[in-house]
């Protein structure tokens, strides 16, 4: 049998690495043997497969595009060969797996359990040309993870069409430090863990990241205390005492000048003092200059609300106004110092209220995010409509947040009234919530009208910011996201039933169904605190039906679980197990509503003793730190019932 023939064009690792991957999958789609051949240029009449960049290929990028930050793709393959192209080296690779997306291939969740590699005899015709709608396609750390979870995780985002990882803070210890010291977990053995694992793994990470060519996002957290001389690895409570020398530079507030709370990643610092000023954003070029893989710099202040500082200096300033003046001074030193890292800052919180009057002195060097932590995810932002809220009075240090839809567009409307450039979505779809909607199809059906509203909205994608084990039981969330960055005008129909297939096979119609009405029965409503009391009692009798509803499955799962690929076969497995976290789920919340504290203490406990337990089957798709974070907190148990 003669082999396919690669013809890989230039080297740069995502070009490599898109070839290796081609090989890789198409030997085994095809059963023919396949090799790869590094060219020096393209030759159109010699048979076989060439894989680079448009401009290796002799092709032409959109004219309105950045060849170099914009993701397109150029697919022409017949019976004899042809070419498989990407606008960039990351695009190469994104190319690669559009093209075998286009021949049945599909990764339903990370690491190779999700991989279905169908059996497609090569030659067929696939020809497609296609840009990314969106610019900023991407996803953030949060959560527990091990190595293992991060770097299935990025491996996973290309498959998707996804361009974009988000490493919070300097090192990931945080995140990290969760899983390997199993906090919420006692059941497994935990591990020491600190500064220097962290800082390897997290080392590890942006070469994982930059190999793929993806953007690299780095930091955020930490600028309001490192700089200092106080950690801030994490929302810890800070260990030891306070730097005589940082106290002057700590907000002010109910006339104290400490760690808001005791934890220094919340609390904010006197930013009308230049001083202050001076030192982050010295800190922040010292970080650019050590840190050149770096794409965004996130700069970003204190991550709590309402602690702004009340001292003559800053009180007559919103906070927005002293933030712009302190992001004008970053922008001056980076580029005194010919740096050209791009600073990506945030309205958020107390920040959502837009400067008076201070505005970006270099606006091309800014990217602008919009991070809307309160809002709600029963409806899209869509549901607003055309009219908008008015903002609300600024009152320092007594404000609240919107939840609604058009009270928050509100907000970005403010901010882009005085900036234009570059922005993007910073959400949460992932984080918390598929956790209120353990079935996924109403939470899916909200991200992709979100997504499909960004353009609407002036934004130009979206990072997710989110749990990396996030595929229990299914991926769909994460396919949602990938699928529609990449094209607006993605059904969402054909998503969901394209990936159902893809996860269980001549099954998968049924799964849909089946989890569908899941979701109906637990009512996400309730587990976001949205119902009142007549409308929680109505839940009850649904809550009271998942029994039933899991044992209508149990057959088909067992059915599954015997037939098909592994990838199918495992869907089933994981299926089997979600059954049973529904069921004790339903007793619990019927206990949290009917029963009295002991009886629904013990019910909340039986949940979290079970995800505990199978955490070592599950820890590739479900992050039981983040599920007893979310579900023990609404099931009333004590942080540190969460903890034993």
């Known amino acids: 049998m003669a082999p396919i023939t690669i013809h890989r064009l230039g080297s740069a690792e995502p070009v490599k690495l898109a070839a290796r991957e081609l090989k890789r999958c198409l030997a085994q789609v095809s059963g023919q043997p396949v090799v790869v051949t590094a060219a ?3 030759a159109p009449l010699m048979p076989g497969l060439w894989l680079g960049t448009f401009a290796d290929l002799h092709l032409t990028a959109a004219a309105d595009s950045d060849s170099g930050r914009d993701d397109e793709v150029a697919i022409q393959v017949g019976a004899s060969g042809g070419y498989v192209a990407g606008s960039n080296p990351r695009s190469v690779l994104l190319a690669v797996y559009r093209y075998l997306t286009e021949l049945g291939c599909r990764w339903v969740r990370p690491g190779r359990t999700g991989e279905y590699l169908p059996y497609v005899p090569f030659g067929g015709d696939v020809c497609l040309r296609e840009r990314a709608s969106y610019r900023h396609r991407g996803v953030c750390i949060e959560g527990a993870v091990s190595w293992e979870h991060v770097r299935d995780m990025v491996e996973w985002l290309p498959k998707l069409g996804l361009n974009a990882y988000f490493i919070q ?3 990931a210890q945080t995140f990290f430090q969760r899983w390997y010291e199993h906090e919420h977990n006692p059941l497994l053995p935990a591990a020491d863990f600190g500064p220097e694992q962290a800082g390897g793994l997290t080392a590890r990470l942006r070469d994982e990241i930059k190999r793929r060519g993806l953007d690299l996002h780095a930091v955020g957290h930490g600028w309001t205390c490192e700089p200092f001389g106080i950690p801030g690895p994490g929302w810890y409570p800070h260990v030891g005492p306070v730097p005589p020398a940082a106290i002057p530079h700590l907000a002010q507030v109910n006339g104290k000048r400490e760690l808001w709370g005791g934890v220094a990643l919340n609390t904010n610092l006197c930013y009308g003092n230049p001083d202050t000023r001076s030192l982050v954003a010295e800190a922040v070029v010292h970080y650019a200059a050590e840190h050149t893989s770096a794409d965004l710099i996130h ?3 204190a991550d709590g609300a309402n602690n702004h500082c009340e001292c003559d200096l800053c009180r007559a300033h919103r906070p927005a106004d002293l933030y712009v003046r302190l992001l004008n001074e ?5 580029t005194q110092a010919g740096l050209g890292a791009r600073i990506v800052f945030l309205a958020y919180v107390d920040l959502l209220w837009p400067p008076q009057r201070e505005r970006l002195a270099n606006a091309g060097r800014f990217v602008l995010m919009f991070a809307p932590i309160t809002r709600s995810y029963s409806v899209p932002f869509t549901a607003a409509g055309g009219g908008l809220a008015r903002l609300p009075a600024y009152r320092r240090n007594r404000l609240s947040f919107p939840t609604d839809p058009a009270a928050n567009i509100s907000f970005l409307r403010a901010w882009q009234e005085q900036f234009s450039g570059e922005s993007f979505d910073f959400d949460y779809h992932l984080m918390w919530d598929h956790y209120r909607d353990p079935g996924q199809l109403q939470s899916a059906a909200v991200l992709h009208a979100d997504i499909q509203g960004l353009e609407g909205l002036g934004l130009d994608g979206l990072i997710s910011c989110q749990v990396q084990r996030v595929a229990f039981p299914t991926g769909l969330g994460m396919t949602v996201l990938g699928r529609t960055l990449w094209c607006r005008q993605a059904d969402l129909n054909a998503i969901v039933a394209d990936h159902f297939r893809s996860c269980y096979g001549p099954g998968g119609d049924f799964v849909r169904d089946w989890l569908e009405a899941l979701s109906q029965l637990i009512e996400p409503r309730a587990l976001r605190e949205e119902l009142d009391s007549a409308q929680l009692a109505a839940c009850v009798e649904g809550w009271r039906a998942i029994d039933a509803q899991v044992a209508q499955a149990e057959p088909h799962i ?10 199918h076969r495992h869907s089933w497995e994981l299926l089997q197990y979600f059954g049973a976290m ?7 919340l019927v206990a949290r509503h009917t029963a009295d504290a002991p009886v629904a203490r013990a019910a909340a406990l039986a ?3 079970w995800a505990r337990a199978h955490e070592r089957r599950l820890h590739h798709v479900f992050d039981v ?7 023990g907190g609404y099931l009333r148990l004590t942080p540190q019932e969460m903890r034993q």
């Open 40 to 42: 020096r240029r393209y």
């Open 169 to 171: 803070f300097r090192q």
């Open 299 to 301: 700069v970003w202040l």
């Open 330 to 334: 970053v922008d001056a030193r980076l």
């Open 558 to 567: 067992a059915a599954g679980m015997r037939t098909g690929p592994p990838c």
């Open 582 to 588: 529904c069921r004790l789920l339903g007793a619990a």
């Open 607 to 609: 949940l979290v003793h």
């Open 625 to 631: 730190f983040e599920f007893v974070q979310v579900v």
